[in-house]
């Protein structure tokens, strides 16, 4: 049933082939669809397994109640790096920049928060550089790093 609303809504979006060009053309404002309603299936309102009835319940009236902006953090987090802010946050107006939620922005090398409707998450990656714990969390490496894990699920 999941993947045939998502390959409904696909051919939705798609827009025939131009003549003699091999892509298809998808319009810029609903190129990620797809991604969107592939995210709301795994979400806990419309996932069919390892979820308990007033679990699902809560999730589908978060869907119906919240913000906008609220659901879309539901569906696809933020996330920010931390280890670079120095050099890629000029304004300090706005919001930092983002990167897209792939697990190859995830370097050993950087610290990163994710942003979810519910939890701020700070993800650091063993190799970090000293300069960014010492400043951030005044310890000398990462291994001096006490293990928090406040608020997180242990499943």
């Known amino acids: ?20 060009s091999g892509q298809l053309m ?42 906008i902006e609220d659901i879309m953090l ?12 120095a050099e890629t946050w000029t304004d300090k107006n706005s919001v930092p920049p983002r990167l897209s939620l792939t697990a190859e922005k995830l370097t050993r090398q950087g610290a990163f928060l994710l942003q979810t409707h519910e939890h ?3 993800w650091i990656g063993r ?12 310890t000398r490496t990462y291994n001096d790093l006490p293990e928090l894990r406040v608020g997180l699920d242990h499943h």
């Open 26 to 67: 998808v319009p810029t404002n609903q190129r990620l669809l797809p991604l969107y309603i592939s995210s709301i299936l795994k979400s806990k309102a419309f996932r069919l397994q390892n979820v308990s009835v007033d679990d699902r319940y809560f999730s589908m009236l978060q869907f119906k109640t919240l913000p």
């Open 127 to 138: 190799h970090v550089s000293e300069i960014f714990v010492n400043s951030v969390y005044n």
């Open 1 to 20: 049933m999941q993947l045939s609303i998502l390959l409904s809504n696909i051919g939705l979006i798609i827009v025939p082939r131009r003549k003699g």
């Open 74 to 85: 539901m569906i696809y987090p933020r996330l920010f790096p931390l280890h670079n802010l």
């Open 120 to 122: 701020f998450i700070i």
